[in-house]
């Protein structure tokens, strides 16, 4: 049987459309789950990233009350000339330092004399403080934190190996994930006396870490070896301590180039080994311990079940599934009427589904046609709509995380990491500019019995709202910060001489006094403020930071709701 040239092109036609739309349909399902891969490990390696500045962040709080310890007179003298009375000051501000930290569960100060003797030490004991005295006291000369830590700089930190506590006599400390953050107690003339140390819960670490994650995440952390800290399986975790490494590097092998420190991230498929039935998703970063430590790194990891990132894409691969069927069958029987019809829009759109990777807008389809080709270009620009929105979604997912990590939850003022941030560059343009620049440090009086009478929502209240009036006192080139607790912090930008801030301080003592109404409670508190000025008071943040505290603490001492400019003691007659 011989069949005609119409018959043969008509069935050229076909088998030529029906390629076309099978193509088509491939390459925009193969493009559409790329894009949504890459997408969930973009997303995972900025989420870890954030992560891993909380970790920095944590650290350097510690540093900076290890650096206010460090340097504190009593510590010095007890040092030099232990008594009794003086090591009770030290021990009342340790436990009121471990109750505004709860993640620190000892506290001490240790001697370079007499192997390292313990003579100030407060443990965290369940939920109470227990101050440890007498012959329980014990010499740590021989551990590294405290032996390394005497080798440093004064106001420089130490971080000990993170590992399984097994010092006697811990109390909750004993046999819990912990690392020792410590600095040198140094006297007017470079001498080591001792060490300030303070024992972190990486317990309330982990916890901390993991839970703004969506549930689906899983969270990994290791030492700088690779061996695990944390896995989605508690049994896999600190092996080290029990004889065995169990590392990430086995585990996930493309994260060896992080371990080793010749990569500060990876982002992975992983389909092999324990995720061949359930292949993840996964980013790795290293981040560098940037203070004196045997841990030279941390890596953290946050990985994402696959078939969650594609849950997606297997919805658009059904709907073009059958879309390209149906294109097949109309190719079939109208070949020949609509040969040319149907090539030139196939052609288009696969020239369109092509660029969608590259962000071209998707011009040029037939949307407006009422056939079959019309219904096609229409589901591909639903598809390209669909992306798009998901990667919108995507970096909308990010921005929220990074204002989170610069932010406080509880006001919405900057925090630390964001004022600190600030304050550096205001310090560089004062610098450049020969301008004057002066930080507050404001404390709310009286707080903890509204706190402890009312209950936590009413202080929550009074601080938004003390917040809100500390934003509308001050220009808005100025930044308002809160530290935690009823602790705030202000930068004035560009002030001309000593009068400004102490105007803007009292503007602010005014506005606090008002009273507060928190849910019915009318509260009446006030304000204890300190004020350091640049250059007169410090060169650094902190510097003016320090000052600032103390003068705040002056005001309290004078009697609280009051305003005190920071003087330098050979200043004061």
């Known amino acids: 049987m011989k069949f005609g040239l119409a018959f043969r092109f008509t069935l050229l036609l076909a088998v030529i459309g029906v390629l076309a739309a099978g193509s088509t349909g491939y390459y925009a399902y193969h493009v559409s789950r790329g894009m949504l891969v890459d997408s969930a490990k973009d997303e995972l390696l900025t989420a870890t990233s954030v992560l891993a500045q909380r970790i920095v962040q944590s650290r350097k709080e510690a540093s900076s009350n290890l650096q206010i310890l460090g340097g504190y007179p009593d510590a010095i003298a007890e040092l030099e000339h232990p008594d009794r009375a003086r090591e009770q000051e030290i021990a009342t501000l340790f436990s009121l330092m471990m109750k505004a930290n709860p993640g620190y569960y000892e506290m001490r100060l240790i001697a370079a004399a007499d192997h390292g003797m313990e003579r100030v030490r407060i443990d965290r004991d369940g939920d109470r ?4 005295t007498g012959d329980e006291l014990q010499e740590k000369g021989h551990y590294p934190y405290v032996y390394e830590t005497l080798k440093l700089s004064a106001g420089m930190t130490y971080m000990s190996r993170i590992a399984i506590n097994h010092e006697q006599g811990a109390h909750s400390g004993q046999d819990r994930p912990t690392v020792q953050l410590a600095t040198p107690v140094v006297d007017r003339q470079g001498v080591t006396l001792g060490v300030v140390v303070i024992n972190v819960d990486l317990n309330g670490m982990f916890a901390m870490l993991s839970a703004d994650l969506p549930k689906e995440y899983l969270l990994f952390m ?9 896995h989605p399986d508690p049994s896999q975790t600190f092996g080290f301590d029990r004889g065995r490494r169990i590392l990430v590097q086995d585990e996930f092998p493309a994260t060896a180039d992080v371990v080793q420190g010749k990569a500060d991230h990876v982002l992975i498929e992983a389909r092999a080994g324990r995720y061949a039935n359930s292949p993840v998703v996964a980013a790795f970063i290293g981040q560098v311990v940037q203070v004196a430590s045997p841990e030279h790194r941390i890596i953290l990891g946050l990985a994402q079940p696959l078939p969650a990132v594609l849950a997606k894409s297997d919805l658009l691969g059904s709907t073009t599934l059958r879309m390209v069927l149906a294109i097949c069958l109309v190719c079939i029987v109208l070949a020949v009427l609509l040969a040319r019809a149907v090539t030139r829009p196939l052609n288009s759109m696969i020239a369109i589904v092509q660029n969608f990777p590259d962000g071209h807008r998707a011009e040029g389809l037939p949307v407006e046609r009422n056939d079959e080709i019309g219904g096609l270009a229409r589901s591909f620009n639903d598809m390209r709509t669909q992306i798009s929105r998901q990667m919108a979604d995507l970096k909308q997912s990010r921005l929220e995380l990074e204002h989170q990590a610069q932010h406080d939850a509880l006001t919405g003022l900057p925090n630390r990491a964001l004022f600190d941030d600030r304050i550096k560059k205001a310090l560089a343009a004062a610098q450049r500019d020969n301008t004057r620049l002066a930080v507050m440090f404001i404390d709310v009086d009286r707080f903890k019995p509204i706190n402890d009478n009312l ?6 209240l009074l601080l938004m709202e003390f917040a809100s009036r500390i934003r509308h006192a001050i220009r808005d080139a100025d930044t308002a910060a809160r530290f935690g607790g009823d602790e705030f912090v202000i930068l004035l930008r560009n002030i001309q001489d000593p009068g400004d801030a102490l105007n803007v301080a009292e503007k602010i003592r005014l506005a606090v006094n008002q009273a507060f109404d928190c849910e019915g409670h009318m509260l009446v508190v006030s304000a204890s403020i300190g004020i350091a000025l640049y250059p007169e008071h410090g060169a650094d943040t902190i510097e003016l930071s320090k000052h600032a505290d103390e003068a705040m603490y002056q005001a ?7 305003v005190v400019l920071f003087e330098h003691p050979s200043d004061t007659p």
């Open 129 to 132: 403080l227990l101050r440890v």
């Open 222 to 230: 290791a030492n700088s070896n690779g061996d695990y800290l944390i």
């Open 455 to 460: 209950g936590h929502a009413v202080g929550d």
């Open 556 to 562: 309290k001492e004078q009697g609280r709701n009051r």
